[in-house]
């Protein structure tokens, strides 16, 4: 009767040691989906495109400024994005007349001509030292 007992007892014991293993593993299982299905949720919701904020689609351009967008921390604290009415990124508008004695210059390309990571006042069309002295209206597009 003894071995009998212990028989069944150890069945018992090899019952719970199954089913704790089982109960991990499905924990673990819902865990690791969680997860993932987390982490989908901040890249689709989260984390679109910077562009996206200040630019829109044109058929006959491509993508271009959204007009009077401000941006405070675009590229990061105090770093911000300005464009103005006529989707130059720039603190101000610019009047149709160029004044004279001055030239007009509009720096057009990628992005590192309109100055991602940096503010308005660091692009480089904006801090070349031609464009302080004898030009007017600098236009980052």
Same mark, same amino acid.
């Given at each position: 009767?003894?071995?009998?007992?212990?028989?069944?007892?150890?069945?018992?014991?090899?019952?719970?040691?199954?089913?704790?293993?089982?109960?991990?593993?499905?924990?673990?299982?819902?865990?690791?989906?969680?997860?993932?299905?987390?982490?989908?949720? %901040?890249?689709?919701?989260?984390?679109?495109?910077?562009?996206?904020?200040?630019?829109?689609?044109?058929?006959?351009?491509?993508?271009?400024?959204?007009?009077?967008?401000?941006?405070? %921390?675009?590229?990061?604290?105090?770093?911000?994005?300005?464009?103005?009415?006529?989707?130059?990124?720039?603190?101000? %508008?610019?009047?149709?007349?160029?004044?004279?004695?001055?030239?007009?210059?509009? !720096?057009?390309? %990628?992005?590192?001509?309109?100055?991602?990571?940096?503010?308005?006042?660091?692009?480089? !069309?904006?801090?070349?030292?031609?464009?302080?002295?004898?030009?007017?209206?600098?236009?980052?597009?």
């Amino acid at each position: 009767m003894g071995e009998f007992k212990t028989s069944k007892t150890m069945s018992y014991i090899r019952i719970i040691v199954i089913n704790v293993v089982v109960l991990c593993l499905i924990l673990f299982i819902i865990e690791g989906i969680a997860n993932y299905v987390l982490m989908a949720h %901040d890249v689709v919701k989260h984390h679109r495109l910077a562009e996206q904020r200040h630019t829109q689609y044109d058929p006959d351009l491509g993508w271009v400024n959204k007009p009077n967008i401000y941006i405070p %921390d675009m590229y990061g604290r105090g770093v911000y994005l300005k464009t103005n009415s006529q989707r130059f990124r720039n603190n101000h %508008d610019f009047e149709t007349a160029v004044p004279k004695g001055k030239y007009r210059i509009i !720096c057009s390309g %990628d992005s590192h001509t309109l100055g991602y990571g940096v503010d308005n006042d660091h692009t480089w !069309c904006i801090s070349r030292p031609y464009m302080k002295s004898k030009t007017t209206n600098h236009k980052n597009g």
